[in-house]
């Protein structure tokens, strides 16, 4: 990859998003870091610049619970030289959570808000291409989705939530690859192993490893050659998903059923 524009990472304040930036300054890479906090976003641009003083860092504030307020966010860098955008931030909770935009919250923060901004920022990739984009799924997703009650507003909660919220990355990050095979943008998806972050606390208690090993899941995700687009990546090579990601009738309807839902943000 080309390394003169800039490399988007979504939730990078914390854990693996936080120890991908901190990896690729040291690599020379200029970043955009997203985060939800002003003041944190501030300490992790400086924590980074002081890394390698020669790099560029940007920083965008957005709380992805509240789709408005991430779309006005994001269209402020959609005119960024972005080559690689690195669809990171995600949240678990015990309960059904509904967001002001009346969606389940792990559903909008996991899928629909990367949705939303992976279509804000497809002009520039397109443009800066050969250009990247990686969604962070889960070996945990679901073997199936409800589109119907999805559709309906009808949400699954707490551990259900989180693994169908993760299929809809990867059927989302299927489609893209489809759509985009023509326009030297790749889009593959991985599981960055069981790591030991707030998610994985939150929903399983700490029993995995260092963020270290999931920041090399994303250094081979992007390390790997534009023309492997469409994949679902897991222990550093191409593995194969539920039967039910790989339809391109459910990759299909899970796009339709998430666009409508933005209508309301206007988003294209």
Not at 3 to 11: P, R
Not at 23 to 33: A, C, H, P, T, Y
Not at 71 to 88: D, R, S, Y
Request: net charge positive.
């Amino acid at each position: 990859m080309k390394n003169s524009g800039f490399i988007l990472i979504t939730g990078a304040t914390d854990g693996i998003g936080l120890r991908s930036a901190i990896e690729f300054v040291k690599q020379g890479k200029n970043l955009i870091i997203h985060g939800r906090n002003k003041e944190r976003l501030k300490e992790t641009t400086k924590k980074l610049e002081e890394l390698n003083s020669k790099i560029v860092v940007k920083t965008v504030c957005a709380n992805f619970e509240n789709l408005k307020e991430t779309k006005n966010a994001f269209e402020q860098i959609q005119n960024e030289n972005i080559n690689c955008v690195i669809n990171n931030a995600g949240c678990f909770t015990h309960e059904l959570k509904p967001t002001i935009d009346g969606f389940e919250k792990t559903y909008q923060v996991n899928h629909l808000s990367h949705f939303l901004i992976t279509h804000i920022l497809l002009e520039t990739l397109i443009k800066h291409a050969p250009s990247k984009i990686i969604v962070i799924a889960s070996m945990a997703h679901a073997n199936s989705v409800d589109f119907k009650a999805i559709k309906k507003g009808s949400f699954p909660k707490t551990y259900k939530a989180y693994s169908v919220s993760k299929l809809c990355n990867i059927l989302f990050a299927f489609k893209m690859a489809r759509e985009l095979k023509d326009k030297k943008v790749s889009v593959n998806t991985l599981h960055p192993g069981v790591i030991n972050t707030k998610l994985l606390i939150e929903g399983w208690g700490a029993c995995g490893s260092s963020v270290e090993n999931a920041y090399r899941m994303i250094e081979f995700a992007y390390n790997l050659d534009t023309s492997i687009t469409g994949q679902y990546l897991k222990d550093f090579r191409i593995q194969k998903v539920a039967d039910f990601a790989h339809s391109k009738e459910n990759q299909d309807k899970c796009y339709d059923i998430s666009r409508k839902q933005l209508q309301n943000v206007k988003f294209v």
